[in-house]
Nanobody, 115 residues
Framework: QVQLVESGGGLVQPGGSLRLSCAAS????????MGWYRQAPGKQRELVAN???????RYGDSVKGRFTISSDNVKNTVYLQMNSLKPEDTAVYYC?????????WGQGIQVTVSL
């Protein structure tokens, strides 16, 4: 069982920045990958970014160049630095832990980009 606790969401103005954190209850070395997904009202959940155990990363097309995913293997925490935020980034953001045979999810955290 893997528990994920997200933090760092909130309300930010367009062009602003936020950093999301996701703390895992296990060593992230034991995971194949960790990532961030998001779901806006009326839309499907989509990949924002993930980071694989070997350090490779992947980003959704809409966030490339603006968001950065990183990990702290000592703290078992994954971060999502979000810069140049746009109103269309508004969504519930979910942290995920991928064990290949099973995927775990955090409870989700709201990010709202608005004036």
């Amino acid at each position: 069982q893997v528990q994920l606790v997200e933090s760092g969401g909130g309300l930010v103005q367009p062009g602003g920045s936020l950093r999301l954190s996701c703390a895992a209850s296990v060593s992230i070395f034991s995971l194949y990958a960790m990532g961030w997904y998001r779901q806006a009202p009326g839309k499907q959940r989509e990949l924002v970014a993930n980071i694989v155990r070997d350090g490779s990363t992947r980003y959704g097309d809409s966030v490339k160049g603006r968001f950065t995913i990183s990990s702290d293997n000592v703290k078992n925490t994954v971060y999502l630095q979000m810069n140049s935020l746009k109103p269309e980034d508004t969504a519930v953001y979910y942290c995920s832990a991928d064990l290949l045979v099973r995927q775990y999810w955090g409870q989700g955290i709201q990010v709202t980009v608005s004036l």
